[in-house]
Protein backbone atom coordinates (compact mmCIF):
# COMPACT_ATOMS: atom_id res chain seq x y z
CA UNK A 1 0.00 0.00 0.00
CA UNK A 2 1.56 3.46 -1.08
CA UNK A 3 1.91 6.21 1.99
CA UNK A 4 1.41 9.58 0.93
CA UNK A 5 2.47 12.75 2.64
CA UNK A 6 1.16 16.08 1.21
CA UNK A 7 2.84 19.51 2.12
CA UNK A 8 3.43 22.90 0.66
CA UNK A 9 0.13 24.79 1.19
CA UNK A 10 -0.19 27.94 3.05
CA UNK A 11 -2.04 31.48 2.71
CA UNK A 12 -1.50 32.99 -0.24
CA UNK A 13 -3.12 36.69 -1.88
CA UNK A 14 -5.83 36.06 -4.77
CA UNK A 15 -3.59 35.73 -8.05
CA UNK A 16 -0.94 34.00 -5.90
CA UNK A 17 1.43 30.82 -6.58
CA UNK A 18 2.11 27.89 -4.50
CA UNK A 19 3.14 24.04 -5.46
CA UNK A 20 2.57 21.15 -3.49
CA UNK A 21 4.46 18.16 -2.93
CA UNK A 22 3.24 14.35 -2.10
CA UNK A 23 6.16 11.87 -0.93
CA UNK A 24 5.18 8.35 -1.65
CA UNK A 25 6.70 5.15 -0.04
CA UNK A 26 6.83 2.41 -2.53
CA UNK A 27 9.23 1.03 -4.84
CA UNK A 28 6.20 0.15 -7.35
CA UNK A 29 5.48 3.70 -7.39
CA UNK A 30 6.20 4.64 -11.10
CA UNK A 31 3.33 2.19 -11.89
CA UNK A 32 0.23 4.46 -11.03
CA UNK A 33 -1.30 7.43 -11.96
CA UNK A 34 -1.32 9.82 -8.80
CA UNK A 35 -3.96 12.57 -9.01
CA UNK A 36 -4.66 15.68 -6.64
CA UNK A 37 -7.39 16.54 -4.46
CA UNK A 38 -9.23 18.72 -3.11
CA UNK A 39 -12.24 19.20 -0.02
CA UNK A 40 -13.61 22.83 1.00
CA UNK A 41 -15.44 23.25 4.05
CA UNK A 42 -18.75 22.10 3.69
CA UNK A 43 -18.41 20.33 -0.13
CA UNK A 44 -17.52 16.62 -0.95
CA UNK A 45 -14.08 16.29 -2.13
CA UNK A 46 -13.68 17.02 -5.76
CA UNK A 47 -10.76 15.78 -8.42
CA UNK A 48 -8.30 18.53 -9.39
CA UNK A 49 -5.85 16.58 -11.71
CA UNK A 50 -3.67 13.63 -12.44
CA UNK A 51 -0.47 12.48 -14.08
CA UNK A 52 -0.25 8.83 -15.29
CA UNK A 53 2.56 6.67 -14.41
CA UNK A 54 5.14 7.68 -17.08
CA UNK A 55 3.96 11.29 -16.54
CA UNK A 56 3.58 12.04 -20.13
CA UNK A 57 -0.42 11.61 -19.75
CA UNK A 58 -1.86 14.46 -17.40
CA UNK A 59 -5.28 15.20 -17.08
CA UNK A 60 -7.47 18.16 -15.32
CA UNK A 61 -11.17 19.26 -13.96
CA UNK A 62 -12.21 22.17 -16.31
CA UNK A 63 -11.68 24.54 -12.81
CA UNK A 64 -8.36 24.28 -12.87
CA UNK A 65 -7.26 23.88 -16.54
CA UNK A 66 -4.84 26.39 -17.78
CA UNK A 67 -3.93 28.05 -14.22
CA UNK A 68 -2.51 24.31 -12.59
CA UNK A 69 0.17 22.09 -13.55
CA UNK A 70 1.00 18.43 -12.24
CA UNK A 71 4.28 16.46 -12.26
CA UNK A 72 6.32 13.93 -11.09
CA UNK A 73 9.48 12.93 -10.31
CA UNK A 74 9.99 8.83 -10.27
CA UNK A 75 13.01 9.06 -8.90
CA UNK A 76 11.60 11.03 -6.02
CA UNK A 77 8.68 9.04 -5.58
CA UNK A 78 7.22 12.70 -5.28
CA UNK A 79 3.81 14.30 -7.31
CA UNK A 80 3.93 17.75 -7.32
CA UNK A 81 0.93 20.68 -8.17
CA UNK A 82 2.20 23.51 -9.20
CA UNK A 83 -0.82 26.01 -8.57
CA UNK A 84 -0.50 29.88 -10.31
CA UNK A 85 -3.50 32.35 -10.64
CA UNK A 86 -4.64 31.22 -7.70
CA UNK A 87 -8.19 32.21 -6.51
CA UNK A 88 -10.21 32.39 -3.00
CA UNK A 89 -12.41 29.33 -4.31
CA UNK A 90 -9.50 27.26 -4.62
CA UNK A 91 -9.05 27.51 -0.89
CA UNK A 92 -9.29 23.87 0.57
CA UNK A 93 -7.18 20.93 1.41
CA UNK A 94 -5.16 19.42 -0.34
CA UNK A 95 -4.59 15.79 -0.97
CA UNK A 96 -2.95 13.41 -3.40
CA UNK A 97 -3.51 9.99 -3.90
CA UNK A 98 -3.47 6.71 -6.62
CA UNK A 99 -5.75 7.47 -9.32
CA UNK A 100 -8.08 5.73 -11.39
CA UNK A 101 -10.41 6.74 -14.11
CA UNK A 102 -10.13 10.53 -11.68
CA UNK A 103 -11.51 8.28 -8.74
CA UNK A 104 -8.81 8.02 -5.79
CA UNK A 105 -7.56 4.52 -4.71
CA UNK A 106 -5.71 4.43 -2.02
CA UNK A 107 -5.74 5.58 1.48
CA UNK A 108 -5.64 9.14 2.21
CA UNK A 109 -2.79 10.91 3.78
CA UNK A 110 -3.67 14.23 6.19
CA UNK A 111 -3.73 16.74 3.46
CA UNK A 112 -2.06 20.22 3.30
CA UNK A 113 -4.22 23.70 3.44
CA UNK A 114 -4.23 25.98 0.78
CA UNK A 115 -5.85 29.37 2.09
CA UNK A 116 -6.22 31.83 -1.13
CA UNK A 117 -7.51 35.50 0.77
CA UNK A 118 -9.03 38.15 -1.38
Known amino acids: QVQLVESGGGLVQAGGSLRLNCAASGRTFSTYAMGWFRQAPGKEREFVAA????????DYADSVEGRFTISRDNAKNTVYLQMNSLKPEDTAVYYCNVVVARRATGYWGQGTQVTVSS
Open 51 to 58: VSGNGFRL
